[in-house]
């Protein structure tokens, strides 16, 4: 059994055996959370891309619980020098873990940080998606992106038993072409992610679902601080 809590935003706190992982845990700052990252205990924190809103406490969750980061490269040597353990990945590279396997995936979006006293763009990198094979099951979590062809191509090779969509669109895909990519992908379930977590990207999770529903595919609307499993 593996056990999700969603934390608003793109953040999933997920149980599995005795392992504890988050991904994305931005929880200062998420006016949605309802949790601090002080109540956080993991092992392992892995992280889609840069920004802010995906980075978030990885740093203090870090610290606090000698958790390792799994990052791209230039995200990883970039909290390494923040004195974070850090795994550092490639798009397309995977590696077992003790509680399973992460494989990232591409994703078309940003990964930067900005200094706004320097006024300077730091690149870190490409942005990712998550595949993570945990036991039989295959959960992917999308990141920030947009629609791609090759989602195809990852449902075509993988068999998703659940996937953590954004479909907060401005920033990410939209609800229409999330929709598109559940049935690119396969996917036997689809929780929407990124959305309603500023006015900016406001949108109706269940009208999602009910899109969803029409295709075929389950869509599970969680709020911030929900957990739900499957087995
Ligand atoms: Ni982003
Ligand atoms: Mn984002």
Redesign the pocket.
């Known amino acids: 059994m593996i056990q999700f809590t969603y934390h608003g935003?793109?953040c999933v706190e997920i149980a599995y055996d005795n392992h504890r992982l988050i991904i994305d845990p931005f929880l200062n700052g998420n006016p949605v959370a309802t949790v601090k990252p002080e109540q956080i205990k993991v092992e392992y924190i892995l992280l889609t891309?840069g920004?802010g809103?995906?980075v978030g406490d990885t740093v203090q969750i870090a610290k606090a619980n000698d958790a390792t980061v799994i990052s791209t490269n230039e995200l990883g040597v970039y909290l390494g020098w923040q004195g974070v353990k850090t795994h550092r990945l490639s798009l397309g590279g995977s590696f077992t873990f003790p509680f399973g396997r992460v494989k990232l995936t591409q994703a078309f979006?940003g990964s930067s940080l900005e200094f706004d006293d320097t006024r300077q763009i730091v690149y870190l990198g490409m942005p990712a998606g998550i595949l993570l094979t945990l036991g039989d099951k295959t959960i992917y979590h999308a990141g920030?992106t947009g629609l791609f062809g090759d989602m195809k191509l990852i449902g075509e090779l993988n068999d998703i038993d659940l996937a953590f969509l954004?479909i907060g669109d401005n920033?990410?895909m939209g609800p229409e072409d999330a929709v598109h990519a559940a049935r690119f992908l396969n996917a036997k379930e689809v929780v929407p992610i990124?959305y309603n977590t500023f006015p900016l990207i406001a949108q109706d999770g269940d009208a999602y679902a009910a899109k969803l529903a029409e295709i075929g595919i389950k869509g599970r609307v969680a709020a911030p601080g929900e957990s739900f499993t499957i087995a």
């Open positions: 935003h793109s891309h920004h809103d995906h979006h920030d954004p920033y990410t990124h």
